[in-house]
C-alpha cells in the first residue's frame, strides 16, 4: 500500500508540478481553495487553510504520513495591497499547519523563496542574513522562523523564480511570454534581475526527494540567470524570434512590491542530499516537446 501525501497549494502552479511527480509513489491528497485540479489520480479536497478547525480534521481523518505546505498568496504585489487576508494564510495558516503536523508527528515541508533575501549579494547560502525587501518575502521569512520555532523537525525550502508547463490551472510567466512572441510582440525583460531559475518540475522532483530532511535547504536552478537572459533561451527552445526580446533595465519600472537585483542561491547543501534538477535548456526542452509529464 502508498503512503498517503497531503499537498496543500494543489490548484496552484507548483502544486500541478507536486501532483504529477507525486502520484507514481504515492496516495495524493490535494488541497484546494477557490479553483479545482484536473487531475484523476489525486484525491481533491475543499478547504480554506485559514480554518484551522477543518484542517484539522481533514489531517486527523487522513492520517498523512508527510505534507507538503505549498498554499500561499504567492502575488507580491497582492500582498504589499492586502496585508492582512495574505498574513492570514501566508504566516498564520502555516503556524497552524506546521503545529497540526507536529502534534501528530507528521513530516513537514515548507516552500519558502528566494525572496527572503535583499539580493545585494547573490549566491545565498542557507544560513545567511536574511533581509527582504517586499511583505510577501517578510512574511515568508516570519513564517520560516515560525515553523522551525514550532516544529524545529519541518523541512524548510528555499524555492526561486520557477517555469513550468503551460496548463490552465498552473500559470506561469513562460505562457504569457511565449503568447506575445507568437503574436510578434516585442517584449521587455530585465537584464540586471538574477535569479536561479528552475524548472518546476526538477523543484517539485526535489521537494519529493527530500521529504524526510530536517532545517532549512535552498532548492534552485544550477545556473544564474538574468530575466533577459532566461528569455533568450525559453524563445531558443520554442523556435520563436529572439529579436523581439528587448534587454531592459527594472530600475526604470516602478512596481508595487520591490525586487530584489539578486537573489541566486547556492545548492550545494540540496546537491549533497541528491538533488538533481534538469538545467534550463533541458527543462525548456521538455517542455516544448510535450514530454514534460
Ligand atoms: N512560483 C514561483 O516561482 C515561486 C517562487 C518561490 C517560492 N514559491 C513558493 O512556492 C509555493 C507555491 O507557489 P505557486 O507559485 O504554486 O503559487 P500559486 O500558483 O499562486 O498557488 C497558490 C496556491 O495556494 C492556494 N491558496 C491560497 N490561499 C488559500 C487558502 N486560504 N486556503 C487554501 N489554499 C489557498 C491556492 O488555492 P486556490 O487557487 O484554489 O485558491 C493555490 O493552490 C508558495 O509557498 C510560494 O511562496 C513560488
Known amino acids: 500500500m502508498k503512503k498517503k501525501l497531503i499537498i496543500t497549494g494543489a490548484s496552484g502552479f507548483l502544486g500541478y508540478h507536486l501532483l504529477r511527480m507525486a502520484s507514481a509513489d504515492w496516495d ?9 485540479f484536473d487531475f484523476k489520480s489525486a484525491a481533491a479536497i475543499n ?3 485559514r480554518n484551522y478547525i477543518e484542517l484539522g480534521n481533514f489531517i486527523d481523518d487522513i492520517e498523512p504520513d508527510a505534507v507538503i505546505h505549498a498554499a500561499a498568496i504567492s502575488d507580491a504585489n497582492f500582498c504589499e495591497q492586502n496585508k492582512e487576508l495574505s498574513n492570514d494564510v501566508n504566516i498564520e495558516a502555516t503556524k497552524n499547519l506546521a503545529g497540526i503536523c507536529c502534534d501528530f508527528k507528521i513530516p513537514f ?19 545567511d542574513a536574511k533581509n527582504s525587501l517586499s511583505v510577501y518575502g517578510e512574511q515568508k521569512s516570519i513564517a520560516e522562523e515560525e515553523v522551525l520555532r514550532i ?32 503574436k510578434e510582440e516585442e517584449v521587455y525583460l530585465f537584464n540586471d534581475e538574477y535569479r536561479s531559475v528552475c524548472g518546476a518540475r526538477s523543484i517539485a522532483d526535489g521537494i519529493l526527494k527530500l521529504i524526510n530532511n530536517t532545517g532549512i ?3 534552485a536552478g544550477k545556473e544564474k540567470l538574468s530575466r533577459y537572459e532566461f528569455g533568450l533561451k525559453a524563445a531558443k527552445a520554442f523556435g520563436l524570434d529572439e529579436s523581439l526580446l528587448l534587454s ?4 526604470n519600472v516602478k512596481m508595487a512590491a520591490p525586487r530584489p537585483a539578486d537573489v541566486s542561491l547556492d545548492i550545494s547543501k540540496a546537491l549533497s542530499f541528491g538533488f538533481a534538477p534538469f538545467s534550463v ?12 509529464f
Not at 531592459?248 to 530600475?251: D, H
Open 47 to 49: 478547504c480554506d487553510i
Open 248 to 251: 531592459s533595465s527594472q530600475k
Open 217 to 219: 535547504i535552498h532548492l
Open 151 to 182: 516544529y524545529p523537525e519541518a523541512t524548510l525550502l528555499r524555492l526561486p523564480l520557477m517555469f513550468g508547463a503551460q496548463e490552465a490551472s498552473a500559470t506561469n510567466y513562460l505562457q504569457k511570454f511565449i503568447r506575445q512572441l507568437k
Open 28 to 36: 495524493v491528497y490535494g488541497i484546494t481553495h477557490s479553483k479545482g
Open 109 to 127: 515541508s515548507f516552500t519558502s523563496t528566494d525572496l527572503v533575501f535583499d539580493g545585494k549579494q547573490g549566491m545565498y547560502k542557507e544560513d
Open 281 to 292: 535548456d533541458e527543462e525548456l526542452k521538455l517542455i516544448a516537446t510535450h514530454k514534460y
